[in-house]
């Protein structure tokens, strides 16, 4: 019998030898400052008093190289070809990628998929693109009025759920005589008069009909909630020996996807906390944990893991994925593959994480910020010059009175009792430094 505590064990053991954001500060750390850079937050702000201008190399780089890429993997009907192996190939290969452009283009909004993942790609050096079956549960309550006997029965023969129903006589009906079913005349009553029937009854009723649907989804994952295994040797995760993305979700949505959790179900105590999310979260979106909710509502920590482990005890460390939430294991089953494919724009040999094109700008960027701000200073200070001044000889409410044509009263003499201190104007060499450096940042990007 397999042991589910020794899946858990396998999986805590091969976390800890993973890159991640709470487990590798280095590269949280890196990840953190390419996205700051791209915000053009003011990382390292200059003493006050002095500009605190920052230059966005690494945003205008990104967003210029984004149009060709996009040109090149979003434009069109379409984004997938099969070419055949051989002639009898042709027109399988035909129906199979239009069948996936379809998916691809119609069912999934490619453009943002892509850029969203060509984005993380260029600024946190991994972008990540999941494929998978999403399944869906979608529940609609619906309301029926003045339905007769045969029109209730139909729609109650569906597979629905029967919520509430009024019952009451249709006022507006004409009134039937009744027939004696012995002569085939209407019936008489003891008055003489025909029997009338009893008016036809009506219906109100309201239903809850349940649809699960069942698509094919691409998503990109955040990267800073991804964990690969450290001895994953390529940017491709399919031969890695773990792999994990989470996300808080609530209660509600893991129902709606099939899973079978109580409403005191324990995650730990993690928050959505990582250096990236605190660097992207400029508005307060990130995900706050509200133990007060409404259990339906309440979100917890769900992890989604690859790993190779012997479940079965055979000798042999199958590829198993797991739905995990805590010490609570919802779904497992084995699998032939990872189903999440990796942008990166510049690979490094023989490792998972790569360059991003931030981390070829962000010196860049910060050597420019600082010839901007001091060729700024420098502009400031020889248009508005710090003054020696002798005190006793100077009216120091006209010196600081400082405006074009005003008079400053004194009894010294000028260029002794009061003067300018000189500054020299650096700013052409500013100016020069700075197109120094953009030609240095074109030869690194090929811009």
């Not at 569906?158 to 249709?170: R, S, T």
């Not at 008055?191 to 349940?210: A, S």
């Not at 003054?387 to 600081?400: A, F, W």
Request: aromatic fraction near 8%; proline fraction near 6%; glycine fraction near 6%.
């Amino acid at each position: 019998m397999p042991d589910m505590q020794k899946l858990l064990a396998a999986i805590d053991a091969a976390e800890e030898n993973s890159y991640g954001s709470d487990s590798d500060s280095t590269l949280a750390n890196d990840r953190s400052q390419a996205i700051d850079a791209y915000l053009g937050k003011n990382s390292y702000p200059a003493p006050e008093g002095r500009s605190q201008v920052i230059d966005r190399s690494v945003y205008e780089t990104i967003q210029w190289v984004m149009p060709s890429l996009t040109a090149i993997f979003a434009n069109g009907d379409d984004v997938v070809e099969l070419p055949p192996v051989g002639p009898e190939d042709e027109q399988g290969s035909k129906q199979e990628a239009a069948y996936l452009n379809h998916v691809i283009l119609q069912k999934n909004d490619w453009f943002e998929i892509f850029t969203t993942a060509a984005k993380d790609a260029l600024i946190t050096k991994a972008g990540y693109l999941y494929a998978c079956s999403e399944k869906s549960r979608q529940v609609e309550v619906e309301k029926y009025e003045r339905q007769t006997k045969e029109g209730l029965a139909m729609i109650l023969q569906e597979d629905v759920e029967l919520i509430d129903m009024k019952e009451y006589p249709d006022e507006d009906a004409q009134p039937q005589p009744m027939v004696d079913p012995s002569t085939g005349q209407p019936a008489m009553g003891p008055d003489g008069q025909p029997m009338m029937q009893p008016p036809p009854m009506l219906y109100d009723v309201e239903i809850r009909r349940t649809n699960d649907d069942k698509q094919f989804k691409i998503k990109v994952l955040p990267p800073e909630r991804v964990k690969v295994a450290e001895t994953c040797e390529t940017v491709q995760v399919q031969a890695s020996d773990y792999f994990e993305y989470y996300d808080f979700v609530t209660l509600s949505q893991l129902r709606a996807d099939g899973y079978d959790v109580e409403d005191d179900i324990a995650d730990g105590d993690q928050q959505d906390d990582t250096l990236e999310a605190t660097s992207r979260d400029k508005y307060g979106e990130n995900v706050k944990r509200d133990e007060d909710a409404e259990p339906a509502m309440r979100r917890v920590k769900v992890r989604w893991i690859w790993i190779r482990h012997d479940y079965d005890e055979d000798g042999i460390a199958e590829l198993q994925y797991v739905t995990r939430v805590g010490q609570e294991i919802l779904h497992r089953e084995e699998v032939n593959t990872i189903p999440v494919g990796v942008l990166c724009a510049d690979p490094l040999p023989h490792r998972h994480v790569g360059l991003s094109l931030a981390d070829s700008t962000l010196d860049v960027q910060a050597i420019k910020t600082t010839i901007m701000r001091q060729g700024l200073d420098n502009l400031y200070l020889t248009n508005n010059q710090r003054t020696y001044v002798n005190p006793s000889m100077v009216n120091l409410d006209d010196l600081l009175t400082n405006r074009p044509g005003g008079v400053i009263r004194g009894k010294g003499v000028y260029g002794q009792d009061i003067m300018p201190i000189q500054v020299p104007f650096v700013f052409p060499q500013a100016v020069e430094a700075m197109g120094f450096m953009e030609r240095s940042e074109e030869r690194r990007v090929g811009k």
